[in-house]
Structure formats: C-alpha cells, structure tokens
C-alpha cells in the first residue's frame, strides 16, 4: 500500500508564491515519474508539471517561467514551487506518481489533493 501526502496550500494573494510538498511512503520499489495535476472548478482536472526519475521536467504552457518542479534525494518526494500566482490558478492541487511495487505492474498513485485559493 502506498500513500502520497501533500502539504502546503493555502490563500495567497496575486503575485504571491507558494510551495506545494508530497511525499510517498509505504512498501514500493521505486517511482517513476512524479507529478502535480490540478483541477478547478467546473474544470477538468489538468497536469500541471511533471518530473521523471532522471530529472526530466515538463509544464503546462501557462504555467512555464514561474512554476518550478523537484525531487528529493530519496525520489520518494516531489514539491512544486509556484510564483507569481495568479487568480486563475486557483484550484485543487493533486500529487501524482507512478509507483513501482516489488511486484506486479507499475500503480498510478494519487494524493488526497489540496487547495490552493489565490485572492485578487
């Protein structure tokens, strides 16, 4: 059994930044790619940035230049680092990982999600 917890949302207001944690534990082998999705409301749920074991990063469009993705030295971590925060990036934030279990085929794992209120 594997459980990602994330920490770290909140109200800001525009132009602030915030800094979202998740963390994986239970029995895995390893995990793949890490991710953060988000989803508004009214809205599809929507990847945000992903990061891939090697360090491989990618964005959404909208948000490339002030969203930054990471992970720990364990691998087992993921945080997402977000600047200049805008209205409209007000959503629920979801971690994401592809979990490798000892055996058996590779599990897309999510968080519980948290939310993320930007003020104008």
């Known amino acids: 059994q594997v459980e990602l917890v994330e920490s770290g949302g909140g109200l800001v207001q525009a132009g602030g930044s915030l800094r979202l944690s998740c963390a994986a534990s239970?029995?895995?082998?390893?995990?793949?790619?890490m991710g953060w999705y988000r989803q508004a409301p009214g809205k599809q749920r929507e990847l945000v940035a992903a990061i891939a074991s090697g360090g491989k990063t990618s964005y959404v469009d909208s948000v490339k230049g002030r969203f930054s993705v990471s992970r720990g030295n364990a691998k087992n971590t993921v945080s997402l680092q977000m600047n200049s925060l805008k209205p409209e990036n007000t959503a629920v934030y979801y971690c994401e990982a592809r979990v490798n279990p000892y055996y058996g085929r590779t599990l897309d794992t999510w968080g519980q999600g948290t939310l993320v209120t930007v003020s104008s």
């Open positions: 239970g029995s895995f082998f390893s995990i793949n790619e």
